[in-house]
T-cell receptor, first 112, second 116 residues
């Protein structure tokens, strides 16, 4: 079955540590996205990538970094510069000719 | 820039009763409109979308939504809810002319709580 996988499902981080969240898709989509979800705030765009080896900042990119070395993969690194990283992180993708985005199951990050 | 307002953060309703979840948007250009559903600790699943044409859109799980251009609204409705409809619902917009970023702008969500 085609879809988007995210790992791990739950992640715990100590303050000052960088952590990397994985996102993989086998839908052959060209564009991939990372959103952050906080209670009562909906989803906010962190980074997006339209093509391999290229990505752009979204609305809340500070404290995050990404890479897009392969079409199927778009990992997100939450750095120690992110002041309030505890949140639910969602990866999404879309393809040429598609209108909607498809979402992965999410990763819940908790800073201890 | 566009924005989405979901007027109710929580909507409690009894099983088999009808429900309406409200969504208003702001945009200076035409938009695509979406409703997504999120079950606890899961990703988002598309319920329905409006691109153009008929203003009444039918989606999965018996949901439908009506696009009202003059009111800039896209309210979601279901005539009879089930316990299994308990979830968070998100309204979102996308600008058709934005063929580059293709990102969605989301509302803050409405938690639907169906009670027996």
């Amino acid at each position: 079955d085609g879809g988007i996988t995210q790992s791990p499902k739950y992640l715990f981080r100590k303050e000052g540590q960088n952590v990397t969240l994985s996102c993989e898709q086998n839908l052959n989509h060209d564009a991939m996205y990372w959103y952050r979800q906080d209670p009562g705030q909906g989803l906010r765009l962190i980074y997006y990538s339209q093509i391999v080896n290229d990505f752009q900042k979204g609305d809340i990119a500070e404290g995050y970094s990404v890479s897009r070395e392969k079409k199927e993969s778009f990992p997100l690194t939450v750095t120690s510069a992110q002041k309030n990283p505890t949140a639910f992180y969602l990866c999404a993708s879309t393809g040429m000719g598609l209108i909607e985005q498809f979402f992965g199951p999410g990763t819940r990050l908790t800073v201890l | 820039a566009q924005s989405v307002t979901q007027l109710d953060s929580q909507v409690p309703v009894f099983e088999e009763a009808p429900v309406e979840l409200r969504c208003n948007y702001s945009s200076s250009v035409s938009v695509y409109l979406f409703w997504y559903v999120q079950y606890p600790n899961q990703g988002l699943q598309l319920l329905l979308k409006y691109l153009s044409g008929s203003t009444l859109v039918k989606g999965i799980n018996g949901f439908e939504a009506e696009f009202n251009k003059s009111q800039t609204s896209f309210h979601l409705r279901k005539p009879s809810v089930h316990i299994s409809d308990t979830a968070e619902y998100f309204c979102a917009v996308r600008i058709p002319m934005d063929t580059g970023r293709r990102a969605l702008t989301f509302g803050s969500g409405t938690r639907l709580q169906v009670q027996p």
